[in-house]
């Protein structure tokens, strides 16, 4: 079993930035792919960023693309969300997930944390 629990979100200003953390306890999550996904108020959960097994492949939505950064700390068995340039509309709770396959869907969710931010 893997637990995952979220942290760094908080209040910014448009224009800030934050940093997310998903730690994992239970069993390291190096080989996992990692995703992190997002649920702003009166929306349906989307996808933000995905990191891939050890090797790090990363992939990120179109609407972050270029300010959001998804990285892992595989000695700290975490993953982390960087967010600059934050929008209002980045406003939501945040969700770390993790898989151990491709053709599996998320299997593991932490309990979010969330992201305001003020224009």
């Known amino acids: 079993q893997v637990q995952l629990v979220e942290s760094g979100g908080g209040l910014v200003q448009a224009g800030g930035s934050l940093r997310l953390s998903c730690a994992a306890s239970?069993?390291?999550?190096?080989?996992?792919?990692v995703g992190w996904f997002r649920q702003g108020p009166g929306k349906e959960r989307e996808y933000v960023a995905v990191i891939r097994w050890s090797g790090g492949s990363t992939y990120y939505a179109d609407s972050v693309k270029g300010r959001f950064t998804i990285s892992r700390d595989n000695a700290k068995n975490t993953v982390y969300l960087q967010m600059n340039s934050l929008m209002p509309e980045d406003t939501a709770v945040y969700f770390c997930?993790?898989?151990?396959?491709?053709?599996?869907?998320?299997?593991?969710w932490g309990q979010g944390t969330q992201v305001t931010v003020s224009s």
């Open positions: 997930a993790a898989r151990t396959s491709l053709f599996q869907a998320y299997t593991y």
């Open positions: 239970g069993r390291s999550i190096s080989s996992d792919e």
